[in-house]
């Protein structure tokens, strides 16, 4: 029986960016980008401007854009010069200041307001041999590009913070102009906000201005006579937060960290890190890679981020807010999404039905209020019938309590009901072959939509099965063949792995470690190197010992494996098998277990010291939602930490602090993409080098993993 990336020979691994873009100022959809040549290198020493359409002391937008342009200098020193210039009117105006500086020699210039578009684009024009990067536009260049971020991602996250901290259950907002930016913002704080508090409302003044402290305070004094006891905004100072804090009542910020500026009546403040694009920007140019582009980074890229926490705000709405973080943080931005239906419009009438994400086209146009606003919108909301939800089928290998992979599968199918309320059905101990063939078959026979397959030996039964139902969708774990309504999905276990033999190198005394290892095939091959590497990082006299038991769940001969290494005097024993009997060993003779596939601590409270572990429903989630938006494709999935799939169970009692500091260290590299754990240099157990210095192996390498690092012990079985 084999389940997991077996022989991907012919897997394709596709990453799809939607290079989108908002609108700080008025937003529309953006236009294609031309596949044209990119302008010539620019010289050593950079020459970098900044236009700002406000004073860099409004401690708001324009302070953060300064911030940025300031971590640009302390990033780059001597190698590039910067300038600025603030209160730049939209018009004539900037179109002289952005030329004056391409006049002067600066070769790359960065207009940070909507209505420096058309100046951008123009100025662009006369001087091919500079970059421009304009923020909040959709216009592009060869040698012109655009950039925002996902500010409501934050922003909903502030919301849930409001919603639990209101006692009036009226939360007032100052808002700059009527566009789909600040009405999408608007949009996602209500939406969080109703999320905690499905009672509170938010009330909506709009300025039509983007910087007027005087206006700005005296909106926010109107929503406190209506009796908002707290206020937040899309404007650019802190007058509406000062105003707040002198009636006794809190805030939520915007721009930059405003508590810094008004106190700790300022619950909190979605934030932009605009540093984190312009450092990207700059050294592209000095690398001589940049192309012209459409960028809308979201809380992954570190763009856009949320202020600390006020003292004010209690623990438990802070747990709240931390795990609404964490699921943007670690990569389910893309699955998970502020717009995700059921979502009401302002008329109480639905308006995105359950499981229907938004697309970004209609994020970028949205011009009506979400049900909760108070407040006059562009236009009314779309009203739209309920989807009929698709009937959901799973099928598995092993049996839902084994504690392993099919515990794991079995848990990602309870969280789907849970987050898209789908029926689903699941058949366990299904064997491959004709079997699986069969109730594969009867699943889609029974009218099920989408049929979820868990074994790599199911693979051809899919297919065949796929072929007869074309309008039912296959989706099959850890194989390689596709067909139009067929697609393959799997996970980069292996870095899970790495980041175990962390711990596992940590805490052996013997410098002797064990792995169980089911079959001679290269995801096991590859997840048994990572877990060596990752050892020897920290421990280079490791020694790690296999042995090969071909099958995957057989809790006697996993027993049997265990005592084997015992044996041997290993005192961690790894386990890639789906039964907790190693664990359970490892406990009774006081030594250590790493365990797999699912979190378990209760069967080796002392001994286990972390588990690779799947979060499948993250997948499951994201294909069924989809089915249900008619997006569904069959380009293959091999997604890791980074997409939230694969995470590292919690740490037991016996790994040291400094262990956890460097694993963590390690997955928020992993996350970040600025480590692989296959980065060379790597030599073989037989002395031979296999991976140069500074080279990361490619994931076709990967997925064909036939031979073992330097640190194992023994041989791969033929």
């Given amino acids: 029986m084999f389940k997991n990336k077996r022989f991907w020979a012919l897997l394709a691994l596709v990453t799809v960016v939607a290079l989108l873009v908002t609108a700080c100022r008025p937003a529309a959809t953006p236009t294609p980008v031309p596949p044209t040549p990119t302008p010539p290198p620019p010289p050593e020493k950079l020459k970098v401007a900044f236009v700002y359409v406000a004073p860099i002391g409004d401690l708001g937008w324009t302070w953060a854009h300064e911030q940025g ?15 600025y210039i603030e209160n730049v009117p939209e018009g004539p105006d900037a179109e002289r200041v952005i030329r004056d500086y391409a006049q002067k020699g600066y070769d790359v210039i960065f207009t940070t307001s909507f209505g420096f578009m058309d100046p951008t684009v123009t100025v662009a ?101 209506e ?57 592209a140019v000095l690398d001589g890679t940049w192309k012209t582009h459409q960028y809308w980074g979201g809380w992954q890229d570190g763009i856009v981020d949320l202020a600390p926490l006020s003292d004010k705000v209690p623990d438990d709405v802070k747990n709240i807010a931390d795990a609404e973080i964490a699921r943007f943080k670690k990569g389910e931005a893309t699955i998970f999404t502020v717009f995700t239906g059921p979502i009401k419009g302002q008329n109480g009438e639905l308006s995105v039905p359950a499981g229907v994400s938004m697309t970004a086209e209609e994020l970028l146009s949205m011009d009506w209020f979400v049900e909760g606003v ?57 064997a ?137 005097g290993c005192d961690v024993i790894a386990r890639e098998s789906d039964s907790t009997e190693p664990d359970k060993l490892a406990e009774e003779n006081g030594v250590y277990a790493i365990g797999y596939n699912a979190y378990v601590p209760a069967v080796a409270p002392n001994a286990l010291l972390t588990s690779p572990i799947w979060n499948w429903g993250v997948f499951y989630k994201k294909a069924v939602q989809a089915v249900m938006n008619g997006t569904w494709t069959n380009t293959p999935v091999w997604w890791g930490l980074a997409e939230g799939l694969l995470d590292l169970a919690p740490f037991g009692p016996a790994v040291p602090d400094d262990a956890k500091a460097l694993i963590e260290q390690k997955k928020q590299e992993i996350i970040a993409g600025t480590f692989d754990v296959f980065h060379g240099p790597i030599k073989d157990n037989t002395g031979e080098l296999r991976v140069p210095d500074g080279v990361v192996m490619a994931d076709e390498e990967k997925l064909a993993f036939d031979w073992l690092v330097e640190g194992v012990v023994g041989i791969i079985p033929k």
């Fill in 69 to 83: 342009r300031l971590m640009v200098e302390k990033e780059f020193g001597d190698r590039v010069e910067t300038a």
């Fill in 125 to 225: 024009g006369e001087f091919p041999g500079k970059y421009f990067m304009h923020c909040s536009g959709y216009k592009t260049a060869e040698n012109s590009a655009t950039y925002f971020g996902k500010i409501e991602e934050p922003r909903y996250v502030s919301g849930l913070v409001a919603g639990k901290m209101t006692k009036a259950n009226k939360i007032g907002y100052v808002a700059a102009y009527p566009i789909p930016e600040v009405v999408r913002g608007i949009n996602a704080f209500t939406l969080g906000v109703r999320a905690a508090n499905p009672k509170a409302t938010v009330h909506v003044v709009w300025t039509n201005t983007w910087f007027d402290p005087v206006l700005e305070k005296e909106a926010a004094v109107a929503l406190l006579d």
């Fill in 227 to 283: 009796g908002c006891d707290v206020i937040a905004q899309h404007q650019d100072t802190t007058e509406p937060q000062k105003a707040a804090q002198e009636r006794g009542k809190v805030s939520i910020g915007y721009d930059s960290d405003m508590s810094q500026f008004v106190g700790d009546t300022v619950l909190t403040s979605p934030v932009w890190n605009w540093g984190v694009y312009y450092v990207e920007q700059v050294k």
């Fill in 374 to 430: 108070v407040g006059e919108a562009p236009a009314k909301p779309p009203v739209v019938t309920e989807v009929e939800k698709p009937k959901v089928a799973f099928v598995y290998v092993g049996p839902t309590g084994d504690l392993g992979w099919t515990y794991a599968h079995d848990q990602g199918r309870l969280y789907l009901e849970k987050e898209l309320g789908v029926e689903t059905a699941y058949s366990e101990l299904v």
């Fill in 432 to 568: 491959e072959g004709p079997d699986s063939t069969r109730i594969i078959r009867d699943y889609a026979e029974k009218g099920y939509d989408v049929i979820f397959a868990t074994s790599f030996g199911y693979m051809d039964s899919v297919i065949e099965v796929a072929a007869e139902y074309p309008d039912t969708i296959f989706e099959h774990c850890t194989g390689y063949k596709t067909a139009e309504n067929a697609g393959i999905y799997d996970g980069r276990g292996y870095q899970g792995w790495y980041l175990a033999g962390i711990a596992a190198g940590k805490v052996t005394k013997t410098n002797v470690l064990g792995y169980i290892a089911p079959y001679p095939i290269p995801e096991v091959v590859r997840n048994m190197n990572a877990f060596t590497l990752g050892a020897r990082s920290v421990n280079p006299d490791v020694k790690v010992h296999s042995v090969w038991i071909f099958t995957w769940v057989d809790p006697v001969k996993e027993r049997e494996a265990a005592q084997v290494l015992l044996d041997l």
